[in-house]
């Protein structure tokens, strides 16, 4: 092999020749679940495989605490009182990575769409963020049937403000 070899093949003389090294149709389809990685599909000789480098952020980014983030960067996200505002109005979709109806497309809850929610302790206190699970959503009133994993289940808006919920990250 060359040292002008690319993801193990000679390097392509072609647009159809290259396109050719892509993965099946079922590699470049996305799961809700997956994060979104931006990585060539075919990488140079010395390059660390794709595979790997999506394996790699999809750690990185579970091993994540959203309120230790937040606290390095001086924001305090939990506000002493609620604001009179609706949060909806300050809710902007265009730079949303992927649809509602991908976040809760049958595959992906089936891999069970892990989410943070914002939780108030029940004899209060600061709140915490905790692991919870997408289980379906209401497209008509833009709610979330979220399990929290200790197994509570509850229904709420995107933008959480009952049930002792404030918020929830995916």
């Known amino acids: 092999m060359s040292d002008s ?9 072609s647009l159809e020749e290259a396109l050719s090294y892509i993965e099946p149709e079922a ?3 996305l799961s809700a679940c997956e994060p979104k990685v931006f990585v060539p599909f075919v990488v140079k000789k010395d390059e660390v495989p794709r595979k790997v480098q999506i394996e790699r952020k999809k750690r990185h980014f579970a091993a994540q605490d959203i309120g230790n983030l937040l606290a390095a960067e001086g924001i305090n996200s939990f506000a002493s009182q609620p604001s009179g505002e609706e949060l909806a109005i300050f ?5 949303d ?14 891999l069970g769409v892990g989410v943070k929610v914002a939780r108030y302790p029940p004899g209060g206190g600061p709140p915490t ?23 509570q289940t509850l229904i709420v ?11 929830w990250h995916c």
Do not use: M
């Open 91 to 95: 809710d902007d979709y265009d730079f």
């Open 27 to 29: 590699e470049v389809q």
């Open 157 to 167: 808006p995107r933008p959480v403000r009952s049930s002792g919920l404030l918020g």
């Open 129 to 151: 963020w905790v692991p919870a699970t997408v289980l379906g959503c209401d497209p008509e009133t833009n709610h979330y049937n979220v399990s929290i994993d200790h197994g």
């Open 5 to 13: 070899a690319v993801g193990g093949k000679e390097n392509p003389a």
């Open 97 to 110: 990575t992927r649809t509602q109806e991908e976040w809760v497309a049958p595959e992906a809850l089936k």
